[in-house]
């Protein structure tokens, strides 16, 4: 793992490189490029992180190698009925399954039925619609706009295609509005009332949310991709308890393998496990799952909970440092990992930005602002997220000079359309 300076204290990446050249030295250079990209940069995009190698090393296990299609034998889905697998010689990857599923209850002190199965969060949402939707039912979900994710209803995505999107969206300050979030319900009684985001700073309110699903006789999913490593270590409220089904990628603050899971109460556990399988996917990763695994027990040490607590402390001396400097933080700050920083007043645009701070080593992405006027791939502003830099040791300090090294990558932006204008 990288340190603050870029130094990396394990020569896990070299012999992976060393071993991909007895095969290709076009992938194995490729690798090595990425590797140093990513020691060398502050990165800063917000649904990234840099997982342990031992994560790491159980992806790239001989597990790859194993077929598994179906799920093991009680326990773990006594709840669900959908027992056995379609394969021989699953006794182990059986047991690691179970394990598996058992250190992420424990992760969220939950009892809902868990599925580690998923490949991916959109994998996740898409079986966690059909375990209790019918295609053309009507979904309220946060505007894509406002912080969504592609999953919860985008034009192009299957979502958006299978079902009849509705969209609640942000008040003047750009928090969710629970007010129309209300409303919506009430007009449309949709069959499912979703939250979650890619892009959301704040805390969300998911007991006012299972209230308004209640009230019209809906189900409440939450999506808590981004925070769900906030939530394992108590820095975010949690969704259990209240919603129906929650959805969750592995890869982000929860600093683990690319993967999703899908956690459900367990009257829905059958409909859950038949959705993943045999509905979306065919065989799990179960090398995937071994890391999926390894990760939840990081997630259960107390190192974990420190390093979510700086994540945030980090989030919120960034954002404040940019609002010193005179910037439109959207929400006027962060209760969690991430922020958008409002850069309509520029002449320069989101993607500008994200190109310019490239070239000098600083990765963040463009992002669509509240009452967006630029499309999507063009923007008027940028994500920027504390998860990465934390895990290599970043305190508040490193991200204050980080606000002060894009502040003169923005002036020098200023500068040019400026001069641009006067030629
Ligand atoms: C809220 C949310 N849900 C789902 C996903 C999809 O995850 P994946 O990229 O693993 O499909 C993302 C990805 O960024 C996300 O932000």
Redesign the pocket.
């Known amino acids: 793992m990288f340190d603050r300076n870029g130094n990396d204290n394990s020569n896990y990446n070299q012999m992976i490189v060393e071993e991909i050249r007895k095969s290709s030295e076009k992938v194995a250079d490729l690798v090595n490029r990425e590797y140093l990209r990513q020691k060398n940069n502050v990165e800063l995009i917000a649904?990234e992180n840099y997982c342990s190698e031992a994560v790491m090393a159980a992806c790239g296990s001989c597990l790859s190698w194993k077929y598994a299609e179906g799920y093991p034998q009680a326990p773990i889905t006594r709840t669900s009925g959908n027992k056995g697998r379609y394969y021989g010689g699953t006794i182990i990857v059986d047991e690691l399954e179970e394990y598996c599923c058992d250190l992420w209850r424990k992760v969220f002190k939950t009892d809902y039925h868990v599925n580690v199965q998923p490949h991916?969060?959109?994998?996740a949402?898409f079986a966690a619609y059909k375990a209790i939707l019918e295609p053309g039912d009507t979904i309220l979900g946060l505007n894509l706009d406002n912080g969504g994710?592609l999953?919860h209803g985008s034009a192009v995505n299957f979502s958006g295609k299978l079902y009849d999107m509705h969209f609640y969206d942000v008040d003047d300050n750009g928090r969710i509005d629970m007010e129309d979030v209300k409303k919506k319900a009430e007009e449309l009684r949709p069959k499912l009332i979703l939250t979650?985001?890619?892009a959301y700073s704040r805390i969300i309110d998911f007991p006012a949310f299972a209230e308004i699903a209640k009230s019209v006789d809906a189900y409440f999913m939450v999506?808590m991709?981004?925070i769900a490593g906030l939530v394992a270590a108590g820095e975010h409220p949690t969704p259990f308890g209240y919603a129906d089904i929650v959805t969750t990628?592995t890869h982000k603050t929860l600093r683990g393998p690319?993967g999703?899971m899908i956690f459900a109460r367990p009257e829905l556990a059958k409909k859950v496990d038949s959705a993943v399988f045999p509905y979306a996917q065919g065989g799990p990763l179960c090398h995937i799952i071994a890391g999926k695994a390894v990760c939840a027990e990081e997630a259960l040490r107390p190192e974990f909970k420190t390093y979510q607590h700086q994540v945030r402390l980090n989030c919120a001396a960034l954002a404040d440092e940019f609002t010193k400097m005179g910037y439109k933080v959207v929400t006027g700050g962060t209760d969690n990992h991430v922020f958008l920083l409002d850069l309509s007043d520029h002449e320069f645009t989101g993607k500008d930005l994200q190109a310019a701070c490239d070239e000098v080593g600083i990765t963040l992405n463009k992002n669509c602002v509240p009452n967006e006027k630029r499309s999507p791939m063009q923007t008027s502003g940028v994500r920027i997220g504390t998860a990465p830099m934390t895990t290599r040791g970043y305190l508040e300090d490193d991200f204050r000079k980080v606000a002060h090294r894009i502040d003169e990558v923005v002036k020098k932006l200023d500068a040019e359309k400026a001069a641009e204008a006067k030629a």
């Open positions: 649904s991916s969060g959109s994998q949402n994710h999953t979650g985001a890619s999506d991709a981004h990628t690319r999703g």
